[in-house]
Nanobody, 124 residues
Framework: QVQLVESGGGLVQAGGSLRLSCAVSGITVDYYHMGWFRQAPGKEREFVAAVTWTGTYTYYGDSVKGRFTISRDIAKNRVDLQMNSLKPEDTAVYYC?????????????????WGQGTQVTVSS
């Protein structure tokens, strides 16, 4: 059974940093594309970052490019999202997801498995 469990969310001041982790079971992060999305209240779920199963390519949403970094820890079967220079507009529930097969890695509907989400709140 595939399970994705996010952790690391919390409250941080603007300009600060936070690292989210996604513990993966049932699949291995070096055989599936992995992504991060976020959703603020009343807003659509937004693509944040993704990494291909080979680790060769990473992708970022325009709003986080240069500030966030996605990475994999293959030994721990974990996907992390390092968030730096956080802004109040980064406040959202952050979800990790795994993509089965092929498709547009930036589109939510492409992903097969999702975690429950972790809340990130950035205060000004």
């Amino acid at each position: 059974q595939v399970q994705l469990v996010e952790s690391g969310g919390g409250l941080v001041q603007a300009g600060g940093s936070l690292r989210l982790s996604c513990a993966v079971s049932g699949i291995t992060v070096d055989y599936y594309h992995m992504g991060w999305f976020r959703q603020a209240p009343g807003k659509e779920r937004e693509f944040v970052a993704a990494v291909t199963w080979t680790g060769t390519y990473t992708y970022y949403g325009d709003s986080v490019k240069g500030r966030f970094t996605i990475s994999r820890d293959i030994a721990k079967n974990r996907v992390d999202l390092q968030m730096n220079s956080l802004k109040p507009e980064d406040t959202a529930v952050y979800y990790c997801a795994a993509l089965r097969g092929n498709g547009n890695i930036r589109i939510m509907s492409t992903y097969s498995w999702w975690g429950q989400g972790t809340q990130v709140t950035v205060s000004s």
